[in-house]
């Protein structure tokens, strides 16, 4: 099995400027490190090497996307703005979205590096990829920068692929703590496109990502969203996996899976209040293998998100990783059985009455998918 992996070092490059987490420096708030910095995917990038992981992985050198593509999802206005903030050096070009110097040409090459990794699957050049992209882009939405991502760089591979020829039917699995509002946006109204989001309840952005956002219009029932408690851990993620996930794959059978694959939802990320380790990871990166060889001949790209601890991302990465590439190194994460020793790791009455509801979706998905046939 060939995995690709794609990175650029140019990426790192990003400034999300100065900060206390998330907080901008002010009179009473001393400037730190922004959370969404480097270093986290650096790390990630720099244990695959070390681990000996790299020579296991077919590499892919990305190219930035062009406006065009942009347009294909987001207003002229506001790739406008991301430019102008972007030559300006620096500012916020949404809420909680922080930009730097430079910013609008690096965003343009997450994008590509996404779609880089999705065209290599696609065209048979490997049979998985992982793309290391920053800034992200899941919570981007077509008018408006948002939650560190500027461009939603899975909303513009996939419309360049679709209108390419390359691509017909994706399924997007988000896995990220935080719900994926700007991906849901794009295609909420497209069938050519299932949607799933599997987050924690009313996180962020608040408002979002409820049971009831099913879709509209032709896309009715295509959007799925799984809000789960917060403090949900492997039980709750793994039941939903085998109970929500993989049946509406099976029933929706896209030409390519693709997950959004955050890993903010650990137990050790600041952000998120769920109590996933590496293993976890890994296993659901195994159901995602498995269905994809089920459901799309085995094409499954993932393109890095969120994960705001520097020390935890980077075992959960390699994790999922070394699954993609049936390959296992010498990497022991430190922190997996500690964490699998937290009380209410399995499945819990009300995370299950969540999941019930969301498993209740599916026969809107299948009636729609049988209208369609």
Request: proline share 6%.
């Amino acid at each position: 099995m060939a995995t690709g992996y794609v990175f650029h070092e140019q990426l790192m490059w990003h400034d999300t400027g100065s900060s206390a987490d998330m907080m901008p420096p002010g009179r009473f708030v001393e400037p730190g490190r922004h959370l969404e910095s480097p270093g986290s995917k650096r790390r990630l990038n720099n244990l695959i090497q070390v681990s000996g992981l790299s020579r296991h992985l077919v590499p892919i050198i990305p190219e930035p996307v062009s406006v065009d593509d942009l347009l294909r999802v987001h207003t002229q206005r506001h790739v406008d703005d991301i430019r102008m903030l972007s030559e300006r050096g620096s500012g916020f070009a949404g809420p909680q979205a922080p930009i730097g110097l430079n910013s609008f040409d690096i965003a343009l090459l997450s994008a590509g590096t996404t779609y880089a990794a999705m065209r290599a699957v696609l065209t048979g050049r490997v049979d998985n990829a992982y793309a290391l992209a920053r800034p992200p882009g899941h919570h981007a939405e077509p008018d408006q920068a948002m939650g560190n991502c500027l461009f939603s760089n899975i909303g513009v591979a996939v419309r360049r692929l679709q209108h390419e020829g390359l691509l017909g039917r994706a399924a997007i699995v988000d896995w990220d703590v935080h719900h994926g509002n700007g991906t849901e946006t794009v295609f909420y109204s497209d069938p050519s496109v299932l949607t799933i989001s599997v987050h924690q309840d009313n996180l962020y952005p608040t408002g979002r990502g409820a049971l009831a956002d099913n879709g509209k219009d032709a896309g009715e029932g295509f959007n799925i969203n799984i809000p789960l408690p917060a403090g949900s851990g492997t039980g709750a993620y793994e039941a939903t996996f085998d109970r929500v996930v993989a049946p509406a794959l099976r029933a929706y059978r896209p030409d390519l899976v693709i997950v959004a694959s955050g890993f903010d939802a650990s137990g050790f990320d600041p952000l998120g209040r769920m109590m996933l380790n590496s293993e976890c990871f890994r296993r659901l990166a195994a159901r995602m293998v498995a269905l994809a060889a089920e459901t799309s001949q085995g094409r499954l790209m993932m393109t890095h998100e969120g994960g705001y601890s520097e020390g935890y991302v980077p075992f959960c990465g390699h994790a999922v990783i070394e699954t993609l590439a049936n390959h296992r190194t010498e990497v022991v994460d430190p922190l997996s059985d500690h964490i699998d020793e937290w009380a209410g790791q399995d499945l819990q009455l009300h995370q299950a009455a969540v999941i019930d509801a969301a498993e209740g979706l599916l026969a809107g998905l299948r009636q729609r998918l049988a209208s369609a046939a």
